[in-house]
Every structure is written in structure tokens, then in C-alpha cells.
């Protein structure tokens, strides 16, 4: 039988498309004299964080967004993070509030995102807008599944009816991801580690949302062949055995894992992708669109909080 080539889904050109939409929203508001602003929190030297928090900062620029950046030292204490917090919350200059996780172990992560006000929480993470998002109310839905929900639409790949399968049950993908599908009319099937045969599951996805934080935890006889691949992780790994295991034979990327020292490897097997109608690759799949999606609703809770 000819193999049929799986659909790569190009996050990175939908990010640019809603970064676009999101620019010429933001021309629109300033001749209303309104120019939405995010703050971003960034504790201590965390890498990761750094080169997130700075691309988001980086992207605010481009698209005319306002933004501030806040830098307490890693030492800081809950109280002294409630009382930026509270400081945020109560500028009108500033219409989203982004507190970079992780933080540090003496910081109480969940009181402080508590504290940000539901309509500046542009990440989505409070509870009264995990609350508004299953009650099917207008929320701030957290940036990566929001994001998924464009990639699917905007590739014009039907989600109702579908039978989607979220595997991960976290507080800012998995649950949030099963409740933007079920709102879009899929079946939504949750699992995690506890369920058992897996893989039997999975079987079953039409959507197969992989957000488990494990490199290459999905395997190709998990894979229902045609089933759109939907790929969360971002793994970095830096052994030649771990490479071997997911990318043997891959020229290109022996290239760049020999130069840099290291790779991002997805939460799903490569050789799984290949079984896939479509997918979205890592890097370059559903990455970019989270920044996209913290534009958006940025500029969101600016119009809300303005009656716009
Ligand atoms: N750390 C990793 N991802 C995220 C995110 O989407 N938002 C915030 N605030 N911190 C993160």
C-alpha cells in the first residue's frame, strides 16, 4: 500500500497569523487612545524562564503591545510577591499580569496566583477562570490549549464529533484542553498515569493530545493511523543513547544536537508521527502559539476590562 505522508501542522505560521490579526487589533484600540499592557513577573535565574519571559516581552514590542517586566531576587517571599501582585492589579496601565512558573520553593505558588485579579490573569491559571471556562462563560482560557483549539480550526480539521483524547490531567494543559474540546463538541476522553491499558485508550483518539512532560512517552501502537497528533511536550535531552532512541537516521537533527550538545524531543515518539494524518512537530508546533495566545488575550482583557 503507498504510504500517505502525515500533514505537519506549522505552528509557528498560525502564531504569525494570530500575532498579525492581534497587531492590527492593537492599531484599532490606539485610535480609541487605548494601548493594552502586560506585566510579566520573572523570580530569580531560572534559564528557561529567561528566555521565555524575554520572548514574551520581545513580542509585546513587536505588536505595539505596552509591557513591564518585573525581576525580585530569588529570595524573595510570598509576601513580598503578594505585594507586587496587589501593585499590578491596581494599575490601570496594565491589562494582563503574567507570573512566570516555576517559582521558587519558599513561595506559595497557588496563593499568589490567587491573588491576581481573575480579569488581569491572562494565563488563565486563576480558579474563578478555570471555574468561568467549564461553566461555558467568557474566561481567559490558558494559553496553550487555547492555542491547540486554533491550530485544529484554522487547519480546518473537525473537532465535533471527534473523539479526542487528552492524555495529562494538568491544571494548565490537560484539564483546560479537555473542556476547550468538549465546548467545541468533541468526545473528550482524559487519561493519565493511573489509567489502565493506555495504550488501549489512545487507540481509540480521533484528536490525541500528548501532555505528559515525558519524552516520547507516546509510542506508535498508541496511534490510531489517520488520528491527528496534537504534541505538548517539551523535553530537552543531551545523551547520544537518548537521541539514538527517538531520532536514529535523522541527519538534520544529528547536526544540531552535535552542535548545540542537546534537543527538544516532543511527549510523542517520532516514529508515532509518521502513522498520524497530521501533527504538530516540536519544535515548531504547538510552542509558538502559546505567546500568540497571551497577545490575544491580553488584548482581550483589555477591551473586557474597558466595556469594549
Ligand atoms: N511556565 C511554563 N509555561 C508557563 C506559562 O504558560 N505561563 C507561565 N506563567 N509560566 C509558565
Known amino acids: 500500500m503507498p504510504k500517505v505522508l502525515a500533514r505537519i501542522l ?38 528557561a524562564s529567561e528566555i521565555y519571559v524575554k520572548s514574551k516581552v520581545q513580542t509585546c514590542r513587536e505588536l505595539g503591545l505596552y509591557s513591564d517586566l518585573l525581576t525580585p531576587p530569588d529570595t524573595v517571599t510570598t509576601e513580598d510577591m503578594l505585594d507586587v501582585v496587589r501593585g499590578l492589579n491596581d494599575r490601570d496601565d496594565i491589562d494582563g499580569i503574567l507570573v512566570q512558573l516555576p517559582l521558587p520553593r519558599q513561595v506559595e505558588t497557588k496563593v499568589l496566583l490567587d491573588a491576581v485579579l481573575p480579569d488581569k490573569d491572562v494565563d488563565g491559571f486563576h480558579p474563578v477562570n478555570a471555574g468561568r471556562l467549564q461553566a461555558g462563560r467568557p474566561a481567559l482560557a490558558p494559553c496553550t490549549p487555547a492555542g491547540i483549539i486554533e491550530i485544529l480550526k484554522r487547519s480546518d480539521l473537525p473537532i465535533a464529533g471527534q473523539h479526542a483524547v487528552v492524555v495529562g490531567r494538568s491544571d494548565i494543559v490537560g484539564k483546560p484542553m479537555a473542556m476547550l474540546l468538549l465546548h467545541e463538541n468533541a468526545t473528550v476522553t482524559i487519561c493519565h498515569s493511573k489509567t489502565r491499558d493506555l495504550g ?38 543531551s545523551t547520544r543513547e537518548e537521541f539514538d532512541r527517538y531520532f536514529a537516521g535523522n541527519a538534520k537533527r544529528l547536526a544540531g544536537f552535535e552542535k548545540r550538545g542537546s534537543t527538544i524531543v516532543g511527549d510523542v515518539h517520532p516514529a508515532a508521527y509518521e502513522l498520524a494524518g497530521a501533527y504538530t512537530p516540536v519544535p515548531g508546533g504547538v510552542g509558538p502559539l502559546t505567546i500568540a495566545m497571551l497577545m490575544s488575550n491580553t488584548v482581550r482583557a483589555a477591551k473586557m476590562r474597558r466595556g469594549l
Open 200 to 237: 488501549a485508550v489512545t487507540r481509540e483518539a480521533d484528536i490525541l493530545v500528548a501532555a505528559i512532560g515525558r519524552p516520547g512517552f507516546v509510542t506508535p501502537e498508541m496511534v490510531k493511523p489517520g488520528a491527528t497528533i496534537v504534541d505538548v511536550g517539551i523535553n530537552r535531552i
Open 10 to 47: 506549522d505552528g509557528s505560521a498560525i502564531a504569525a497569523q494570530i500575532k498579525q490579526e492581534v497587531a492590527e487589533e492593537v492599531k484599532r484600540l490606539a485610535a480609541q487612545g487605548v494601548r493594552p499592557g502586560l506585566a510579566a513577573v520573572l523570580v530569580g535565574h531560572v534559564p
